[in-house]
């Protein structure tokens, strides 16, 4: 008893707050009419002063145009009238003398009355003055009292000018019927369920036509009150099928009310009531499966005249108008468990979702809950699949692919959403079934179904070929996706990077043929997941260079299994360095991405490399370590010399280089130097390993560009390379051991005989570097002589040693003086060394 009053003092509160907007803007249009009749008849009055004037016609009272407004009309004249211009009425401000003084004592009075009704039975219980039937047969009375009063008050001069005296009275009168319906049935069951059901439909019914009279007040108690009548006499007291129709009944009653008035509010509530009382039903019925497929065409048929019936009432706001289609969506999902995923259970959700496609191609507003309705689709199919019986699942995806991709498909051209729900009808029920069910077909099956959606979603990205956008990446994407995966089923996992590869060639065509900026991106994404497939050989290589960098002797030992090492990468990493070529390609990740396949390539080579020698014991790497290593970098210098020679591709002929450079420096002369570690070089003088690998560096830097650091590096390589011929000379094969008087000398004479080649090749071809190259060696090696050398000789060595460099030094004075010392100026030009 107390829930109800709450519910109808509710319902009240709800009534009040939309009676007092509504009045609100009709009295400001009522002075704004009335000052326009005004104007209009002073504006007649002085256009024809010798005619006689007609006797005005009366002015309805505020009430009645309030009750019926209808639109003002004035008899054509014989003479055009111009219009006058409209007098502005004064804007209403919020009032709280009116509020408190005239607004509010009218609604809590009707809500008084309703408590009076309440107070009065229950007084004569607690007295027991009158039994259930006389109680009952005065509440109704009572409730017919208020309905006839607030007839009075609309007819009576006296009150007529307010109608929300009538409106209180006949709102009152409403409530007061429904809670005496409830007393008869629920408390006192002097009704039987289905006479009660009756009576609550009558009252119903006439609510709404007292609503149609007096206003949105009386809608709301109307709406109130129908939806909390099937709960007097239980809601399933007569059966779950006529309470629905009674529901159904009931809520086309308010849309028919909503479309008549324009009240796009009405419309909204009662859908969402209506929404209301499925949750409810569904959560009572429990495992009542026939019961809940009631309940699911129901479900079904509210979304769909919902969304129909919220734009014709008046709803403007485009969510408003998709909620209920979202809303039928999730209940059919939630729904359907409960059914056990049977056919009626499909047939509701399609039924709903080919009516949002309908509406959908009537106005594309509702575009939205048919994409909508599509993700709710892969998510039922998805719990479907997943159950042990799931026979009518495959023939409802079928059809399910068929209702969204067909419409898809042909109105692709309309704009983006169309295109996006023709992608995702052809990809996203197959997708889904292989995903949650791959033993519904061969490996075969899958192959050829997917490749026809791939076909299918070309033919989108075909027809918006010309439209970089987000329709034509998503088209590309589902065409992409559905090839590799299709391709993926022909050939045995370890293979996979075959249709990888495919694919990601075939998008960079597409790219090219395109032309569009979003799409060159796309190949990115086959390389990625090629790498992901790949991840425990490209692990493996990661570990064999963090081991070979920190000084590993055999890193053979460390390099995965060859077959499994290309059949997973050589293939996408050559497809990307090949579409490197093609500048647009892979877009803002070009650097990255190029970097990354460059990366793998060359390791690949190396790994490639490794195995011509194969050297796994420590023996053979005394014996043929530095060859091998000399013999990498030298390839990589090359290759990088040649590339920056030509000017193709220079980014990839720096890396190498610097690659090349990296590993001579840090294997050759640091971590694994053969003054060091032991290994073999060669016991030939001058041509040998350590001689002409360091030479060879050497070279390739002096044929480069003539710049700066690549010059000194030229000059340092070059001294290396003397170095490495005077150990040779002095040790042999094996370069270890310690450094002999004779070897110290030799370092002496060879730097210093490069020395002055480099300052004769300097001041010849007007080299300046050189000439500071061979200044700042001779610098090097006079020191070298006065504080080593010389401390390691005696008698005519060590006369003769000062002798020489006496004599060299006067050489290298006279040759300044004689060539720059007399004002000529020498153009600083490099020159081969």
């Known amino acids: 008893m107390t829930g109800f009053v709450f519910l109808i003092a509710l319902g009240l509160a709800v009534g009040l707050f939309w009676v007092l907007r509504r009045v609100t803007i009709l009295e400001q249009e009522l002075r704004r009419v009335e000052s326009e009749l005004v104007g209009l008849e002073q504006r007649l009055a002085r256009s024809a002063p010798a005619r006689p004037q007609a006797a005005p016609e009366p002015v309805q009272p505020a009430a009645a145009l309030a ?39 009218v609604w809590i009075g009707g ?35 208020l ?8 007819r009576l001069p006296a009150t007529a000018e307010d109608p929300r005296i009538a409106q209180a009275l006949a709102g009152a009168g409403v409530a007061s019927l429904y809670g005496t319906l409830y007393m008869a049935a629920a408390l006192y069951h002097l009704v039987s369920p289905l006479s009660a059901f009756v009576l609550v439909l009558g009252v119903t019914a006439a609510a709404m036509a007292l609503a149609l009279r007096h206003g949105p007040p009386t809608a709301v108690m109307a709406l109130v009150g129908g939806f909390a009548a099937p709960l007097i006499a239980g809601f399933d007291a007569a059966g779950i099928g006529p309470l629905l129709v009674y529901l159904a009944l009931f809520i086309g009653a308010l849309f028919a009310l909503a479309i008549r008035r324009g009240w796009g509010w009405l419309a909204l509530a009662a859908a969402a009531a209506g929404f209301a009382w499925i949750n409810f039903l569904i959560a009572e019925l429990g495992g009542r499966a026939q019961d809940l497929s009631a309940v699911g065409a129901f479900t079904m048929l509210l979304a769909a005249c919902a969304s129909a019936a919220l734009p014709a009432a ?55 809950a048919a994409l909508a309705a599509l993700i709710f689709l892969l998510l039922l199919q998805a719990l479907a699949l997943l159950q042990p019986e799931r026979s009518v699942t495959p023939v409802a995806a079928v059809l399910a692919t068929l209702l969204f991709a067909v419409p898809g498909h042909l109105l692709a ?9 023709a992608l995702g009808g052809s990809a996203g029920p197959l997708l889904v079934a292989q995903a949650c069910a791959p033993s519904l077909l061969p490996d075969t099956g899958w192959a050829l179904l997917e490749l026809l959606a791939a076909a299918a979603c070309a033919r989108v990205a075909w027809l918006l070929r010309e439209r970089d956008g987000t329709a034509l990446t998503a088209a590309t994407l589902a065409t992409a996706l559905l090839a ?41 994404l086959p390389f990625a997941a090629a790498l992901l497939a790949a991840a425990l050989p490209i692990a493996a290589l990661a570990d064999l260079v963090v081991a070979s960098a920190t000084g590993d002797r055999l890193p053979y030992l460390r390099l995965p299994a060859l077959g499994d090492l290309f059949r997973t990468l050589a293939l996408p990493v050559a497809a990307t360095i090949t579409i490197l070529f093609d500048r647009p390609q892979l877009g803002r990740a070009r650097r990255f991405v190029g970097a990354a396949a460059i990366t793998l390539g060359i390791l690949l080579l190396y790994a490639l490399a490794k195995q011509l020698l194969a050297i796994a014991t420590l023996p053979r790497f005394a014996s043929l370590g530095f060859v091998e290593r000399a013999l990498l970098t030298q390839v990589c210098l090359g290759t990088g010399w040649l590339l920056l ?48 690998h360091l030479g060879l560096a050497a070279f390739w830097l002096w044929t480069l560009a003539p710049t700066r650091p690549i010059r000194a590096g030229a000059a340092l390589f070059t001294i290396a390379t003397l170095l490495a011929a005077v150990r040779q000379a ?11 008087t004779l070897e110290n000398t030799g370092y002496s004479a060879a730097l210093l005989g490069l020395a002055l080649f480099w300052l004769w090749r300097g001041i010849a071809a007007s080299a300046r570097d050189l000439r500071l190259f061979g200044l700042g060696l001779l610098t090097a090696v006079t020191f070298k002589v006065f504080l080593i050398d010389a401390a390691a000789l005696e008698g005519v060595l060590r006369i003769l040693s000062f002798l020489a460099l006496g004599v060299a030094l006067i050489g290298i004075s006279w040759a300044y003086n004689r060539f720059l010392g007399k004002g000529a100026t020498l153009a600083d030009t490099p020159a081969e060394a």
């Open 147 to 154: 309905i006839a009063a607030s007839e009075v008050a609309r």
């Open 645 to 692: 020679r030509r000017n193709q591709l220079p980014s990839l002929g720096g890396v190498l280089l610097t690659l090349g450079l990296a590993r001579l420096v840090w294997f050759d002369l640091v971590v694994l130097s053969p003054v060091i570690e032991p290994q073999a070089v060669g016991a030939i003088p001058l041509l040998n390993a350590a001689v002409l």
């Open 111 to 145: 809500a008084a009355l309703v408590l009076a009704g309440f107070f009065l039975v229950r007084y004569s219980i607690e007295s027991g003055l009158l039994g259930p039937a006389t109680r009952t047969v005065l509440a109704a009375l009572f409730g017919l009292v």
């Open 413 to 421: 051209t309309r704009g983006t959403r169309w295109a996006l729900l």
């Open 314 to 368: 008046g709803a403007r706001n485009r969510w408003f108008r998709l909620a209920p289609l979202v809303a039928g969506f999730i209940q059919l999902v939630a729904l359907a468990p409960a059914l056990h995923f049977d056919a009626l259970a499909w047939g509701f959700y399609l039924v709903l979702a080919a009516a949002a496609i309908f509406l959908s191609w009537r106005d594309s507003l509702y575009l939205p």
């Open 730 to 740: 002095t040790h042999g094969n094996l370069l270890t051991g310690p450094v002999g």
């Open 484 to 524: 590799a995966l299709g391709l993926a089923q022909l050939v045995p996992d370890r293979w996979i990077a075959v249709p990888l590869t495919l694919t990601l060639l075939g998008l960079a065509a597409w790219a090219r043929t395109a032309r569009a900026p979003h799409l060159y991106e796309l190949p990115v």
């Open 67 to 105: 009750a019926e407004p209808r639109p003002v009309r004035v008899a054509p004249s014989a003479e055009p009238v111009r219009e006058p211009s409209p007098v502005a009425a004064p804007a209403r401000s919020f009032n709280l003398e009116t509020l408190i003084g005239s607004s509010l004592p």
